[in-house]
């Protein structure tokens, strides 16, 4: 038997009550801590499905006493405080979108004062350390013990590989400054993909997270909300065989996980900038193609490197290191052109 991290899994949302305790019960071997579902569901645009409201709550106390495991539901507004407390539901937690508002933060927080039901607080949306730990501390402030933080990730314009950007250097930092609450990864809600689960649950047990929410559904395709992300019990089950979770003391440095997770959000950025610097490459290259000039404009060029490489070498960047590097992505820009006129080309003699 593997070992298990703190788990938190269920779907997105409870949709009925034959889908909550069909996922119910084929989690029940797997044995989360909490299982989860949304009963008011945040939803970006109106019209999409907003939850099944507080008669989900019913369907939740079918879980704890049917299926014996204790059930976790976000709340957004005071009235679903008091109602999750009438129901008796074992956890609650604040969704990222309402961790950015501090009025509904203060608001949920006076709710839920001298509650002794865990409380978790997931990252705001945007990339704001000082938020989420504002969030935490007015918890803190209302007498609520038991706090943890959930890691989520945070929203991009542009599309990136995520669904929300990790930004692990924030995670780390909030380690930092609060050492004392606990924080745990949301890979479902990062990653958007279930294909990308397991990669983001294995690095959140290297940085020695406290555990896992991951969003699970008897038929994650069926589901009606987030589908691509919701993982069955197999494939549950399968990821946290695969988990390697390091016993922390054998951790011989732990910095450098730290420092490698740096490392990775940076090239991250990189890539982030060459994809940026490809679509404008792009673009001059459906420019000249217009007006008919040539790819490759040598004396502009040559003038380009030569700033580039100053600039570089001024941010304490080696000369040969800053030359190779600017001559590689100059060769892949006229690369990147070329082929804009090659094929405009072969549609022309087609
Ligand atoms: C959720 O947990 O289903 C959810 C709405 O998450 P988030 O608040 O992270 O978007
Ligand atoms: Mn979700």
């Not at 939850?51 to 879980?63: F, H, Q, R, T």
């Not at 991009?156 to 669904?163: D, I, P």
């Not at 990653?191 to 020695?208: F, N, P, S, T, V």
């Not at 993982?231 to 695969?242: R, T, Y």
Request: proline letters at 5%; charged letters at 25%; a negative charge.
């Amino acid at each position: 038997m593997y070992k298990k991290p703190f788990l938190i899994a269920g779907p997105c949302s409870a949709e009925t009550e034959n889908q909550v305790l069909e996922t119910a019960k084929s989690l029940k071997h797997i044995q989360p801590d909490y299982f989860r579902a949304g009963i008011w569901k945040p939803r970006t645009r109106p019209g999409e499905f907003e939850g099944v409201g507080a008669s989900g709550l019913e369907w939740l106390n079918k879980v704890q006493s049917e299926i014996g495991l204790k059930v976790a539901t976000e709340v957004a507004k005071p009235e679903h405080v008091e109602a999750a407390l009438n129901a008796k539901i074992d956890l609650v937690w604040i969704g990222a979108r309402t961790t950015t508002n501090p009025f509904s933060v203060q608001e949920l927080a006076e709710a839920l004062s001298g509650v002794d039901i865990p409380v978790m607080v997931k990252n705001p949306v945007n990339p704001d350390l000082k938020l989420w730990i504002g969030a935490i501390e007015r918890l803190s402030k209302s007498g609520i013990h038991s706090i943890s933080a959930i890691h989520r990730g945070f929203s991009v314009y542009e599309k990136t590989l995520y669904r929300n950007n990790p930004n692990w250097q924030i995670p780390i930092d909030f380690m930092h400054e609060m050492p004392q609450i606990p924080i745990i990864c949301d890979p479902s809600h990062i990653g958007g993909r279930r294909e990308l689960l397991y990669d983001i649950a294995q690095k959140a047990m290297d940085l020695k997270y406290a555990g896992l929410m991951i969003e699970t559904h008897f038929q994650p395709v069926h589901a009606w909300t987030d589908t691509k992300q919701q993982v069955d019990a197999n494939l549950l089950s399968e990821l946290l065989n695969k988990l390697k979770i390091r016993n922390h003391n054998e951790i011989e440095d732990s910095e450098i996980l730290e420092f490698r997770a740096q490392l990775q959000t940076l090239d991250e950025d990189i890539i982030h900038l060459l994809r940026e610097r490809k679509k404008v490459s792009e673009l001059i290259g459906v420019f000249k193609k217009e007006h008919n000039l040539a790819v490759l404009q040598s004396s502009q060029y040559e003038e380009t490197l030569k700033n580039n490489v100053l600039k570089a070498v001024e941010s304490n960047l080696a000369k040969d290191f800053s030359i190779a590097l600017f001559k590689l992505i100059h060769e892949e820009s006229i690369h990147i052109q070329s082929e804009i006129l090659k094929t405009d080309k072969k549609r022309e003699t087609n």
